[in-house]
């Protein structure tokens, strides 16, 4: 059989929803921002919507409406007979496009199983799925594998139903996740798109809520919780028909088919090829409960595969901004340093002020308790001046009272006789004429 798949044109398709086989409400495909816990987020702000291809505003894309019933999907035991029902409708889940195989019977439910830790960088989670034999359905395990480009994102295959045919649409290597049926597969493939990380920055970042990654050994993570991702119960594997999904393909993973694609790499058909030999992987045998779900051991790419002309021209412009990014972080990490040393230098200075300042302050205190002494000796010096002044002063007072008190009789003295000097001539004067008066009265 033929393992190169065969792409072509289609008409671009209207929007669709994406409903479960049980007839599960519309998938709000809404995911949240999660540390410790989940808590609701804008969808627009999901780094990995970049994973899907952008759709011209003008495309004029309308969404059509889903099928109104969902039935179940078929039991575990694929060995049964399904009929179809003759009023099964005419859509065409391959676009367009031939399927790499075809059964005529469905696919049994995908298993529910763990995913391996991933080996490093550069690795892509390519999920499980059912490949068809000779001898009937047998499972292909999950497995890392390299990414052949840098930017290269793997769009699953898938299981249609069309003409009362079961047909396989091989998946594909290209920089933008495609149409895989609406198929949730788990581990970031939820139906539609990819939210198990994203490239940028030259790597590929992992979100570790969908993915088992070793954060020790692996830096580019983050991590964002993602709904609807592989839910509890049979998980449908195959699009279309009785027990199928009835999802169409949006604008933009039509969008995505037309890109240059790369086919299945050499260790991947090796890796399909290894499963079909391998009895315990066929449903007949384990019942569509395979024991070896994944493997543990990673594929690596092969080194012929060649990124798209617009990829390879951004891959080649990534090292350059790289580079000015890692100038532009190195003229900062060397501005912060500058300003680091500038703030210590400052610091430093102030410091060297405030020491300065304080050493200045103890030799003024030195200086006063030594000047202490020498000020209380003046002081005293000086009071006892004062005071030898004040009992000079009052000596002095004491002997001029004494000698007022010496010289008050001499005074009065000295006064008397003065007084009897100046009388004694009016007394000379008054006799005669007191002589006069005294013979006359006689």
Known sequence: MSYLPRFGLSPLLAMAVVLCATGCPLHQDQVAASTDQAVAQDPATDPSA?????????????????????????????????????????????NGEQPEYSADQPPPPLPDYEQP??????????????????????????????????????????????????????????????????INYGFGYVGFGYQGGYWGGGHFNYNRSVNNINTSMMHNVYNRSVSNNHGGGAHVSFNGG?????????P??????????????????????????????????????????????????????RAP??????????????????????????????????????????????????????????????????????AQQQQQRQAGQQQQQQRQAVHQQQQQRQAAPQQ?????????RQAAPQQHQAAPQQHKAEEHHK
Not at 168 to 173: A, I, K, L, Q
């Open 309 to 378: 002309a617009a990829m390879q021209m951004r891959n080649q412009a990534t090292p350059q901004l790289q580079q000015r990014q890692a100038a532009q972080q190195q003229q900062q990490r060397q501005a912060g340093q500058q300003q680091r040393q500038a703030a210590q230098q400052q610091q430093q200075r102030q410091a060297g002020q405030q020491q300065q300042q304080q050493r200045q302050a103890v030799h003024q205190q030195q200086q006063q308790r030594q000047a202490a002494p020498q000020q209380r000796q003046a």
């Open 117 to 182: 830790q991933a080996p490093g960088d550069g690795y892509m989670w390519t999920p499980g799925y059912w490949a068809y034999g000779q001898d009937g359905y047998y499972w292909v395990p999950g497995v890392w594998v390299q990414a052949p480009y840098e930017g290269a994102l793997w769009t699953p295959g898938y299981w249609g139903y069309h003409n009362n045919r079961y047909g396989f649409y091989r998946g594909y290597w290209g920089p933008h996740i495609g149409y895989y049926g609406g």
């Open 242 to 250: 009785r027990g199928g999904l009835q999802v169409r393909a949006r």
């Open 252 to 305: 933009a993973e039509m969008a995505a088919r037309r890109e240059t694609h790369a086919a299945p790499m050499g260790a991947q058909i090796q890796h399909e090829r290894s499963a079909s030999t391998n009895r315990a992987q066929y449903a007949n045998v384990n019942h569509g409960r395979p024991t070896n779900s994944a493997v543990r051991e990673p594929l690596a790419a092969d080194r012929n595969v």
């Open 412 to 420: 009065r003295q000295a006064a008397q006789q003065q007084q009897q």
């Open 50 to 94: 970049a994973n899907e291809a952008p759709v011209p505003a003008d495309s004029g894309a309308q969404a059509p409406e889903a099928y109104n019933a969902q039935q179940s999907a078929p039991p575990p035991d694929a060995g049964g007979n399904y009929a179809q029902p003759s009023d099964q409708p005419t859509y065409d889940p391959g």
